[in-house]
């Protein structure tokens, strides 16, 4: 085992099957050790699209040892669950900064907010536009005006 991979106890289950669901998992796992969780993300779903996948593709199991999260990767790396070959190791961290708010969009941060939010007559948003296009009007009206006299 590599130095620094002895305390992991999380692996990556990539490639399942659509009907796969976490009982499949845990069931299909738990052969190797105490699974302390079992997290199958899910995907993006649109009600008005049943067909859509329940999930995205993969999952991570969570071990109570470090050594039976080994096993399961040793054994079942490579192997068929329900049709499809599936490919296990150790979790990895996400790449790239991670955000404090989870999922969450950035803007939905309140000190984004404060650091970047401007009112909204400066920002160019309706406030401002209607205020150039009331002008505009005005000026055509003058035109409109200065056209009729003449």
Excluded: C
């Excluded at 302390?36 to 993300?41: F, G, K, Y």
């Excluded at 329940?54 to 990767?73: E, L, M, N, P, W």
């Amino acid at each position: 085992m590599e130095e620094g991979t002895k305390t992991k106890k999380t692996v990556f289950v990539g490639g399942i099957a659509d009907d796969v669901d976490e009982g499949v998992i845990y069931e299909s796992f738990s052969t190797f050790g105490d699974i302390l969780e079992v997290q199958l993300p899910s995907a993006a779903t649109n009600p008005n699209q049943q067909t859509e996948a329940k999930h995205r593709g993969f999952a991570f199991v969570t071990y109570s040892s470090s050594a039976d999260a080994q096993d399961a990767i040793d054994n079942m790396d490579l192997n068929e669950l329900r049709g499809k070959v599936i490919k296990v190791n150790l979790a990895r961290p996400m790449k790239g900064p991670v955000q404090p708010s989870g999922n969450r969009a950035i803007w939905e941060s309140e000190e984004w907010l404060q650091h970047n939010l401007k009112p909204l007559a400066q920002s160019g948003g309706v406030q401002a536009r209607t205020a150039r296009q009331d002008s505009n009007q005005e000026e055509d009206r003058d035109e409109a005006g200065e056209a009729m006299e003449e």
